[in-house]
């Protein structure tokens, strides 16, 4: 009687598991599965849970993921009518993993690439030896509008510039994991990663806590560590500085700011008197240290920069010239993000660190330069053409999926400014399945470990923000433009160098 | 705390409390009009909240009409649907000084008072079992925010709200009623209308058990102005608001006779001082309009001192 039951529910979870009519995507590499359909060591723990569970429970636990997002607020506002309706970012349930060694070999990746960075911008804001070297031509930075002449001899507090770095990993063919874009502006999807484990614990009760996972949900006092760790103050006061509830990120401001115990603030709430920065509070002003800013640049100080910008605070720069306020991350680091500058950093890593680069760039064309652009121009089928300042998958030109007329105009348009244009070749970004439509489904993902760093070394948090193209076929997986996450797992079961978790610098 | 935070928290307060109270008077007019039709305790009712006198929505509409448009109309402000957009849009810039909990329950009840069905429901559904399941997203808020919220500054600022609103809508509501006109009622009519005046302010049980079911002006004013023990009435509403206001003057080390507190603490002994029978030789609409006033200033003293502490420019 057991044994038949035994059998009939083997039977049920075989035979209608929607893993059966996984399909691969063509010249991709599977997350999950390898080239003989065979599964990957690191997933066999999942795939066994999965198993497990019925198709029906599945669509509840993907109805309950996307419940608790809207329940706890974690939502942006689309104004359609005039109540404004609530949208979740799409949520996929299946986690993706990252074995503890690819994630030994990323995190050590990550700490070198952000060290030459910061030492770039460093440089280039001050004596400029990379430059008078030769490593990157002179028009290279003076002609990026990211490079801010206000910074210039500029010192900020330890010479500290991208606090918190997003760097955008993507897995090509060969395995290996490449840069495909730094973020050190403002890189969001903090907030996401936490939440989306916060979710995964949820819908998979019991996988978290037995598959030997990094934990993350301390990354919130690990920031706040390495943010005050950057003030001359000994009990800094520090703030989270958002341009308020209309934010499309507001949600992760407002996070961040709680998870941290910090104040949320807007520019109204601060001023500047006497060289120093306050924030009006009910009992009097009260001295600011420390600011994560979550604007851009152009608005942090309207005497500066936009002179419309009434979500800045004017005066701040100045303040930040004397040392009395620390701004995170520093104003001008878009110079070392660009698309343009991007191609040199496998260069700065060797010029600054001495150091071959542990993670490696994506072949990039630099269409400024004559013999790249000519042979972009004969191969744009096979390119990914994107603007040198873009951001957010606008801008960008997939020669494959682009009709001849769209082809022409955009050639129109670089021939116009080459220096303004990168060109990549199209990229094969790895799958991993996703729950669609009641099925399993391989899916385009790159993947964003965020990275701290403060007077007292780098931390890579180990996680971070799969993002997922939940288009069939698509490889854009920006949260503007039809892209989902997943929660990451990265695992902790590989004890080589247990000595890297934290560099110093 | 901000100033711009302590704004919001008293906003998000006021907002919720305004709905409350006009959930509650929509819920006893419905009922009333169930006895008898009154179109004038409507009348008064819109008048309150949409400023001008929705007269054609009198005429043609039904009860059920002016309930759906009173709580679900998008183009008037103070419909209860952009009462609690407006209180979850501040709840939201606040989330790190509030309790989880209390976030949770305004943006639930933010959606489900946004849920696209819920204009279809009222017209199948019984509308009293609507406005009650509605209603249960405040007695979650009065709970949540007693049992979760700490007691700081946050606390303070809510309270403040909540009193200074509740205080506002018991005099409009009381001045609305003409009090001097109604001297004592027998009349059937008159006391049904009593007793969803009192119900509408949740005051019917406690009323009846003192006084039994004999309605008298008198006994009504001083009941809903001057009860201790009754948590609408104004004299209450004012102990309260006067203790969160000297609480925060503790909590931030501003001296004890600032103007704000010297403005409640002559409001509260005022009331105190005073007798039903002031209140009969005064006329009860000369004291309910100096009231009014006086909370205006209560009001504009809390604005000066804690929401636009000091402009910086001029410091």
Not at chain 1, 159 to 188: K, Q, W
Not at chain 1, 356 to 367: A, D, F, G, Q, R
Request: aromatic fraction near 10%.
């Amino acid at each position: 009687m057991i044994l038949a039951k035994l059998l009939l529910i083997s039977y049920m979870c075989f035979h209608s598991h929607p893993f059966d009519q996984y399909t691969f995507r063509e010249n991709s590499l599977d997350e999950m599965f390898t080239d003989t359909n065979q599964i990957k060591k690191h997933y066999q723990n999942l795939k066994t849970i999965l198993d497990k569970i019925h198709i029906e429970e599945l669509d509840k636990k993907e109805e309950l993921s996307s419940q608790l997002f809207i329940d706890q607020g974690v939502t942006f506002t689309v104004y359609e009518d005039k109540v404004g309706t609530e949208k979740i970012f799409p949520f996929d349930v299946i986690p993706r993993i990252i074995s503890a060694k690819e994630w030994d070999k990323i995190e050590r990746g990550i700490i070198q690439r952000i060290k030459a960075l910061n030492f770039f911008l460093k440089d280039t804001y001050h004596e400029k030896f990379i430059i008078k070297d030769g490593i990157i031509p002179v028009d290279q930075i003076m002609s990026s509008h990211n490079f801010l002449e206000e910074m210039n001899g500029l010192n900020v507090p330890f010479d500290i510039y991208n606090h918190i770095s997003g760097i955008d990993l993507i897995r090509d063919n060969d395995g290996e994991f490449y840069v495909l874009e730094d973020n050190l502006r403002t890189p969001s999807g903090l907030s996401y990663m936490l939440q989306n484990r916060e979710i995964s614990k949820r819908i998979f009760p019991g996988a978290v806590n037995a598959s030997k996972i990094s934990n993350i949900s301390n990354s919130p006092q690990i920031l706040y560590n390495h943010l005050q760790s950057i003030s001359k103050q000994s009990n800094p006061n520090v703030v989270l500085l958002t341009p308020g509830v209309l934010n499309s990120a507001y949600y992760e401001h407002a996070t961040l700011a709680r998870l941290m115990g910090i104040e949320l603030v807007e520019g109204q709430d601060l001023f500047v008197k006497d060289h120093f920065v306050y924030m009006k509070n009910i009992e009097g002003f009260k001295r600011v240290d420390v600011i994560y800013r979550r604007i851009d640049d152009d608005f942090l100080d309207p005497l500066v920069f936009n002179a419309n910008s009434k979500l800045g605070i004017s005066s701040i720069m100045s303040v930040y010239r004397k040392g009395n306020v620390a701004i995170v991350n520093a104003p001008g680091t878009g110079v070392a993000d660009d698309k343009a500058t991007y191609t040199y950093v496998p260069d700065m890593v060797k010029y600054y660190l001495n150091e071959e680069p542990i993670l490696n760039n994506i072949k990039t064309y630099k269409l400024g330069r004559p013999d790249e652009l000519e042979f972009t121009l004969k191969n744009m089928d096979k390119m990914v053409i994107k603007k040198t300042n873009g951001s957010g998958g606008y801008g960008m030109l997939i020669g494959k999926d682009a009709s001849d007329k769209e082809i022409d105009d955009y050639k129109k348009q670089i021939l116009l400014n080459p220096d303004g244009y990168i060109a990549q070749p199209i990229l094969n970004l790895s799958t991993a399945p996703c729950y669609i439509d009641r099925q399993f489904k391989p899916r385009c993902v790159d993947f964003r470990p965020f990275a701290f760093t403060g007077a007292n070394g780098i931390h890579v948090c180990p996680g971070g923000l799969t993002r997922v193209a939940l288009e069939e076929g698509s490889l854009v997986v920006n949260s503007s433009q039809g892209g989902g996450s997943k929660d990451t797992w990265v695992l902790n079961n590989y004890s080589k160098n247990s000595n890297v978790k934290q560099s110093s610098k | 705390m901000l100033s711009r935070v302590a704004n919001n928290l008293f906003w998000l307060e006021r907002y919720i409390e305004r709905s409350n109270g006009l959930l509650n008077l929509l819920k006893a007019n419905y009922l009333s009009d169930q006895d008898f039709q009154n179109p004038k305790s409507w009348g008064k009712m819109l008048t309150t909240y949409c400023d001008i006198p929705q007269q054609k929505l009198l005429i043609e509409g039904s009860a059920m009409e002016i309930l759906k448009y009173m709580i679900l109309d998008l183009n008037n402000p103070n419909t209860v649907i952009n009462l609690i957009k407006k209180s979850r849009e501040n709840a939201r810039s606040v989330q790190g000084h509030i309790s989880t909990e209390m976030w949770l329950n305004i943006n639930k009840y933010f959606l489900a008072i946004t849920k696209k069905n819920i204009r279809s429901r009222f017209q199948k559904e019984d509308p009293i079992l609507l406005i009650d399941e509605i209603l249960n997203y405040h007695m979650i808020h009065l709970s949540t925010s007693d049992v979760t919220q700490e007691r700081g500054n946050a606390y303070c600022f809510m309270n403040i709200g909540k009193y200074l609103e509740r205080l506002f809508q018991s005099t409009e509501f009381l001045l609305s009623r003409k009090l001097s006109s109604v001297k004592s009622i027998d009349a059937l009519e008159e006391n049904i209308y009593w007793k969803y005046l009192l119900i509408s302010i949740g005051g019917y049980q406690q009323y009846i058990k003192t006084h039994k079911s004999v309605f008298l002006t008198e006994k009504i004013m001083e009941m809903i102005i001057l009860n201790p023990h009754f948590p609408r009435s104004i004299y209450y509403c004012t102990q309260k608001l006067s203790l969160h206001i000297s609480r925060l003057s503790t909590f931030n080390k501003i001296k004890s006779t600032n103007d704000l507190s010297f403005l409640v603490g002559k409001l509260e002994s005022s009331l105190f001082y005073t007798k039903v029978e002031n209140l009969n030789s005064m006329g009860p609409n000369i004291f309910l309009t100096t009231l009014k006033s006086d909370l205006m200033l209560i009001s504009e003293q809390i604005d000066s001192q804690y929401f636009h502490y000091i402009n910086p420019t001029h410091a």
